[in-house]
C-alpha cells in the first residue's frame, strides 16, 4: 500500500470515527430531551391537589403576583408547607392552572375580563379539572373566594368528573345571594368600570338565580364533598346603610350562607380583601393567619 493510499484511508477512518462520535453525540442528546418530556409532572393518587380560585377584580389582574392567595398569609404557600399539591386558578388572560409541582393546565385560546360571563369562567375551571383529574382516583379540595366562589359553583353544578374525589369545598365570602356593592355601581352607571361580571352579582340578576337553582347539580355531582361557608362580620359603618344584618364590607353574611352548608365559620372584623385600601380597622381574610389555619384543620378533616 502506497503512502497516498496509507493517508487516504486514514482520513477516511478519522472521518468514520468523527462521525460515529457525533452521531452518538446527537442520539445522547435525544435520549435526554425524551427522558426530560417524560419528567413532566403527572397527576398522582397518593397526593392531594388543592385549588385556589380567586375572586373578581376589574383591573382584570392577571399573573400569580395579582392573586389574592399569594399576598398577606400567602395561603398558597403555607398550603404547600403542609404537604398538599396546590393550583392558583387564574381567569383574566389565559386562563390557567398552575401547581405548586409544575403540573399545569391553559386554555390560550380563552382571554377574560371583567365583562367575562361568569359561567364562561366555571367552563374553563370544569374543563381545566376534567383534563387534569378525569380517571385518575385522586383526591381534590377547592378554596374559592368571592365570585370564584359563583364560577367554581357553575363548574361543579355543570361537570361530574369520574375519577376526581372532590374532600372538600370552602366558599370564602361568595355572594350566592348577590351584593348591594354591585347594585350601587350599576345603578350609578358604572359597569364601564365594575364590567359584566358585577352585573351579574347584582341580587335577583338572572344569572345567580340559575345558579341558586341547580345547586343541587353540585352536590349530586359530589355526594361525599363536605361544603364549607367562611364569612367575615367586619360591618362597617356603611353596612347599616347597605346591607341588612353582619357583613364584611361587600358580602353580607345573609348572602355568603344562603345555599346552606355542612359547616360554617365566621371570622371576627375581618372584611374582604378588596377594602385593604379603605379602612381603618380590621383585617381581611389574606391578612388573618386564623383563616390559613382553619383552612388547614378543615382539610385534614377537622372542622
Same mark, same amino acid.
Given at each position: /500500500?502506497?503512502?497516498?493510499?496509507?493517508?487516504? =484511508?486514514?482520513?477516511?477512518?478519522?472521518? /468514520?470515527?468523527?462521525?460515529?462520535?457525533?452521531?452518538?453525540?446527537?442520539?445522547?442528546?435525544?435520549?435526554?430531551?425524551?427522558?426530560?418530556?417524560?419528567?413532566?409532572?403527572?397527576?398522582?393518587?397518593?397526593?392531594?391537589?388543592?385549588?385556589?380560585? #380567586?375572586?373578581?377584580?376589574?383591573?382584570?389582574?392577571?399573573?400569580?403576583?395579582?392573586?389574592?392567595?399569594?399576598?398577606?398569609?400567602?395561603?398558597?404557600?403555607?398550603?404547600?408547607?403542609?404537604?398538599?399539591?396546590?393550583?392558583?386558578?387564574?381567569?383574566?388572560?389565559?386562563?390557567?392552572?398552575?401547581?405548586?409541582?409544575?403540573?399545569?393546565?391553559?386554555?390560550?385560546?380563552?382571554?377574560?375580563?371583567?365583562? &367575562?360571563?361568569?359561567?364562561?369562567?366555571?367552563?374553563?375551571?370544569?374543563?381545566?379539572?376534567?383534563?387534569?383529574? =378525569?380517571?385518575?382516583?385522586?383526591?381534590?379540595?377547592?378554596?374559592?373566594?368571592?365570585?370564584?366562589?359563583?364560577?367554581?359553583?357553575?363548574?361543579?353544578?355543570?361537570?361530574?368528573?369520574?375519577?376526581? #374525589?372532590?374532600?372538600?369545598?370552602?366558599?370564602? =365570602? &361568595?355572594?350566592?345571594?348577590?351584593?348591594?356593592?354591585?347594585?350601587?355601581?350599576?345603578?350609578?352607571?358604572?359597569?364601564?368600570?365594575?364590567?359584566?361580571?358585577?352585573?351579574? /352579582?347584582?341580587?335577583?340578576?338572572?344569572?345567580?338565580?340559575?345558579?341558586?337553582?341547580?345547586?343541587?347539580?353540585?352536590?349530586?355531582?359530589?355526594?361525599?364533598?363536605?361544603?364549607?361557608?367562611?364569612?367575615?362580620?367586619?360591618?362597617?359603618?356603611?353596612?347599616?346603610?347597605?346591607?341588612?344584618?353582619?357583613?364584611?364590607?361587600?358580602?353580607?353574611? #345573609?348572602?355568603?350562607?344562603?345555599?346552606?352548608?355542612?359547616?360554617?365559620?365566621?371570622?371576627?372584623?375581618?372584611?374582604?380583601?378588596?377594602?385593604?385600601?379603605?379602612?381603618?380597622?380590621?383585617?381581611?381574610?389574606?391578612?388573618?393567619?386564623?383563616?390559613?389555619?382553619?383552612?388547614?384543620?378543615?382539610?385534614?378533616?377537622?372542622?
Amino acid at each position: /500500500m502506497n503512502k497516498r493510499t496509507i493517508l487516504l =484511508a486514514s482520513a477516511v477512518t478519522v472521518l /468514520m470515527i468523527c462521525g460515529f462520535g457525533l452521531t452518538a453525540f446527537s442520539t445522547s442528546n435525544v435520549v435526554q430531551k425524551d427522558t426530560s418530556r417524560m419528567a413532566i409532572p403527572e397527576v398522582s393518587s397518593g397526593q392531594t391537589y388543592v385549588l385556589l380560585v #380567586h375572586g373578581y377584580n376589574f383591573g382584570n389582574f392577571n399573573g400569580n403576583n395579582g392573586n389574592c392567595f399569594v399576598t398577606g398569609n400567602d395561603m398558597y404557600q403555607n398550603l404547600v408547607n403542609h404537604g398538599y399539591v396546590v393550583g392558583l386558578v387564574n381567569y383574566y388572560g389565559a386562563f390557567s392552572i398552575k401547581f405548586s409541582n409544575g403540573l399545569t393546565y391553559c386554555d390560550s385560546s380563552y382571554y377574560g375580563t371583567s365583562n &367575562t360571563p361568569i359561567q364562561t369562567v366555571g367552563q374553563e375551571i370544569g374543563n381545566g379539572m376534567t383534563s387534569l383529574f =378525569a380517571g385518575k382516583n385522586v383526591n381534590v379540595d377547592i378554596v374559592a373566594y368571592s365570585m370564584g366562589g359563583l364560577a367554581t359553583l357553575y363548574a361543579l353544578e355543570n361537570y361530574n368528573i369520574p375519577g376526581m #374525589h372532590l374532600q372538600n369545598v370552602i366558599f370564602l =365570602a &361568595t355572594p350566592f345571594d348577590g351584593s348591594p356593592m354591585a347594585s350601587i355601581a350599576n345603578c350609578l352607571g358604572l359597569t364601564f368600570v365594575s364590567g359584566y361580571q358585577s352585573t351579574q /352579582m347584582e341580587q335577583g340578576s338572572s344569572f345567580l338565580n340559575s345558579l341558586d337553582s341547580s345547586a343541587g347539580s353540585a352536590v349530586a355531582n359530589n355526594p361525599s364533598t363536605t361544603w364549607i361557608v367562611y364569612d367575615g362580620n367586619y360591618n362597617p359603618w356603611w353596612g347599616y346603610v347597605f346591607f341588612s344584618g353582619s357583613n364584611d364590607g361587600v358580602v353580607s353574611d #345573609h348572602s355568603a350562607t344562603y345555599l346552606g352548608y355542612n359547616y360554617l365559620f365566621t371570622f371576627n372584623d375581618l372584611h374582604t380583601a378588596s377594602l385593604d385600601s379603605f379602612t381603618w380597622s380590621g383585617v381581611s381574610y389574606f391578612q388573618d393567619q386564623s383563616v390559613v389555619n382553619e383552612v388547614v384543620n378543615n382539610f385534614g378533616g377537622s372542622y
